[in-house]
C-alpha cells in the first residue's frame, strides 16, 4: 500500500537554530500534502497545505515565516522551523492525498519528534 | 467550521470487557466524511475506518465495531473482548472534500491484563 516517510523521526536543536523535517511519498505522487502538530498529550492539529509547484496555505495561527514549507516535487514536501524555540518542541505529522482519488484513507507519515533545548 | 467532540478523556477497562468510544461532530457540510484512528505509543496514526456522510450503515471489522448516526450527529466505536494491544489513544477525525483533518481530542484507552 502507499506509504510516506518522514524524516528524521527525532530531532533534539539547540534554541534559536532552523530544523527541517522531510515528509516523501514513497510509491505514489501526492499533489496535496498536510503538516499536523500534536503537543504532549493533545490532538492533532492541522498547521497547513502544501500544494506542489505553489504556495503553501497556513492555518489560522499559524506563522507561515517561521514554519516554512517547500513541496517542490510530487513526492517530497519539507517542514522548516525556523529559529526554534522550546515551546516549538512538539510532534510533528505529515501526510499526504493521491491525488484525485480519497479512497479510504489519507496516508499519515510516522510523525517527526522535535525536541528543542 | 467543523468540530470534533471526544467527551471521554480515558478509559480504563479489564482485558475482555467492551469499551465504546463516542464521538459527535458538527459540520455545516452536506457531504463529509468520517474517520477513526488509533495511536499507540510509538506515535503513529493507524487508520480505522472511514465513514461518507450518505452512508450510514454500520460496520463491524473483527472486535472493531462503528455506529453512524447522523441524526444525533454521532459516530461511535467499539471494541469488544478488549485485548491489552488495544491500549492507545483513539481519534475520531471529521473532513470534508477538502480532506483537511480536524480531529477530536482523543480518548486514551487502557485495557489492563
Known amino acids: 500500500g502507499a506509504v510516506v516517510s518522514q524524516h528524521p523521526s527525532w530531532v533534539i536543536c539547540k534554541s534559536g537554530t532552523s530544523v527541517k523535517i522531510e515528509c516523501r511519498s514513497l510509491?505514489?505522487?501526492?499533489?496535496?500534502m498536510f503538516w499536523y502538530r500534536q503537543f504532549p498529550k493533545q490532538s492533532l492539529m492541522l498547521m497547513a497545505t502544501?500544494?506542489?509547484?505553489?504556495?503553501?496555505?497556513?492555518e489560522q495561527g499559524v506563522e507561515k515565516d517561521k514554519f516554512l514549507i517547500n513541496h517542490a516535487s510530487l513526492t517530497l514536501s519539507t517542514l522548516t522551523v525556523t529559529s526554534a524555540h522550546p515551546e516549538d518542541s512538539s510532534f510533528y505529522i505529515c501526510?499526504?492525498?493521491?491525488?484525485?482519488?480519497?479512497?479510504?484513507?489519507?496516508?499519515f507519515g510516522p510523525g517527526t519528534r522535535l525536541t528543542v533545548l | 467550521a467543523q468540530k470534533v467532540t471526544q467527551a471521554q478523556t480515558e478509559i480504563s477497562v479489564v482485558e475482555k470487557e467492551d469499551v465504546t468510544l463516542d464521538c459527535v461532530y458538527e459540520t455545516r457540510d452536506t457531504t463529509y466524511y468520517l474517520f477513526w484512528y488509533k495511536q499507540p505509543p510509538s506515535g503513529e496514526l493507524v487508520f480505522l475506518i472511514r465513514r461518507n456522510s450518505f452512508d450510514e450503515q454500520n460496520e463491524i471489522s473483527g472486535r472493531y465495531s462503528w455506529n453512524f448516526q447522523k441524526s444525533t450527529s454521532s459516530f461511535n466505536f467499539t471494541i469488544t473482548a478488549s485485548q491489552v494491544v488495544d491500549s492507545a489513544v483513539y481519534f475520531c477525525a471529521l473532513s470534508s472534500n477538502d480532506y483537511k483533518l480536524s480531529f477530536g481530542a482523543g480518548t486514551t484507552v487502557t485495557v489492563r491484563a
Open positions: 510509491d505514489f505522487q501526492a499533489t496535496t
Open positions: 502544501s500544494n506542489e509547484g505553489s504556495k503553501a496555505t497556513y
Open positions: 501526510s499526504a492525498v493521491i491525488p484525485g482519488r480519497f479512497t479510504d484513507t489519507q496516508y
